[in-house]
């Protein structure tokens, strides 16, 4: 079974750029995260999609921060402009539903330098 | 406000011993809790989880003790291994509506050959 895509790897930029990262979250699965983990902290959730339709964004700075879920199944966060302490890894992760036992399935993550 | 935590930021064990890692919550509403291992450059990979009517889940090697009253949970791997150095993160979620799961800050264990 094929995990949680997200591209790309790396990234550097500098500030006031913007910047696109994409997912693929693994088949089937209705939930889609995006977390924010800055070195030395835990994953903060920034956005959670239910399908195609958003059930929490509440911790997402939304001046700057925006994301999609096409057709309920890719998705895509862009950051515009970047702030130097934006940089991080941003994790996308999906689980089957929103039954507490369907655990999150983490990709590889994007690691974000913003210089 | 840090909902969960992770007080230690480091652990070092020797292999064969016990690693134990703690966590504690303040939400009350948290009624199931789930442990996550994270290796370098890899996106963070369920291990083990409790729901809040058990004290105990065990697995293999880990087991998670979960104390409601004291909104602590530890998480116990016996004997530890080299291949378990890691950043263990502590996770909850509260009942109803759609999963959010908030994490701790993480414990880094490095088990010593």
């Known amino acids: 079974e094929a995990g949680v895509a997200q591209s790309p790897r790396y990234k550097i930029i500098e500030k006031r750029q913007s910047v696109a990262f994409w997912c693929n979250p693994i088949?089937?699965?209705?939930?889609l995260y995006w977390y924010q983990q800055i070195l030395g902290q835990g994953p903060k959730l920034l956005i959670q999609?239910?399908?195609?339709?958003?059930?929490?964004d509440s911790q997402l700075p939304k001046d700057r921060f925006s994301a999609e879920r096409l057709k309920g199944v890719d998705s895509t966060l862009k950051i515009q402009p970047a702030k130097l302490e934006d940089s991080a890894v941003y994790l996308c992760?999906?689980?089957?539903?929103?039954?507490?036992?369907?655990?999150?399935?983490f990709g590889q993550g994007t690691r974000l330098t913003v210089v | 406000d840090q909902q969960v935590k992770q007080n230690s930021p480091s652990l070092s064990v020797q292999e064969g011993r016990i690693s134990i890692l703690n966590c504690d919550y303040t939400?009350?509403?948290?009624?199931?809790f789930l442990w996550y291992k994270k290796y370098p450059a890899e996106g963070p990979t369920f291990l083990i989880s409790?729901?809040?009517?058990?004290d105990k889940n065990e697995d293999g090697r880990f087991t998670v003790f979960l104390n409601k009253s004291a909104k602590h949970l530890s998480l116990h791997i016996v004997p530890s291994q080299p291949g378990d150095s890691a950043v263990y993160f502590c996770?909850?979620?509260?009942?109803?509506?759609?999963?959010?799961?908030?994490f701790g800050t993480g414990t880094k264990l490095q088990v010593i050959p």
């Open positions: 992760a999906s689980s089957l539903g929103d039954r507490q036992e369907s655990r999150a399935f």
């Open positions: 088949s089937g699965h209705a939930t």
């Open positions: 999609f239910q399908n195609n339709g958003v059930v929490d």
């Open positions: 939400n009350s509403m948290f009624d199931y």
């Open positions: 409790i729901s809040s009517i058990k």
């Open positions: 996770a909850a979620t509260s009942p109803g509506g759609y999963q959010k799961v908030t």
